[in-house]
């Protein structure tokens, strides 16, 4: 069991940054992969981003490449989404999932096991 809380959120203009953390508590952090996605209003939830259990290896999604950067500090128990140059449609809230169970993959909401409540990012034009 994990307990994930994420923090950083807030209103931002359009090419800006923000830094999301999500912060974890119960089993040894390193035990898990982390994902970020984000869901805006009236659509699906969709994969942002995940790092590997050693941090080593990186997934992004093509909408956010070469703006956002995952990293996890094992450490800390802590993941964090560095978003820059932020866009109005980046507005969503933004979730941290933790993935124990191994699928070799990271880019299905199903595949991940536990869950932080999320936070708003709001991106105005």
């Known amino acids: 069991q994990v307990q994930l809380v994420e923090s950083g959120g807030g209103l931002v203009q359009a090419g800006g940054s923000l830094r999301l953390s999500c912060a974890a508590s119960g089993r040894t952090f390193s035990s898990y992969a982390m994902g970020w996605f984000r869901q805006a209003p009236g659509k699906e939830r969709e994969f942002v981003a995940a790092i590997s259990r050693s941090g080593i290896m990186t997934y992004y999604a093509d909408s956010v490449k070469g703006r956002f950067t995952i990293s996890r500090d094992n450490a800390k128990n802590t993941v964090y989404l560095q978003m820059n140059n932020l866009k109005p449609e980046d507005t969503a809230v933004y979730y941290c999932?933790?993935?124990?169970?191994?699928?070799?993959?990271?880019?299905?909401?199903?595949?991940?096991?536990?869950w932080g409540q999320g936070t708003q990012v709001t991106v105005s034009s």
């Open positions: 999932a933790a993935q124990y169970t191994s699928y070799g993959s990271y880019y299905a909401h199903q595949q991940y096991d536990y």
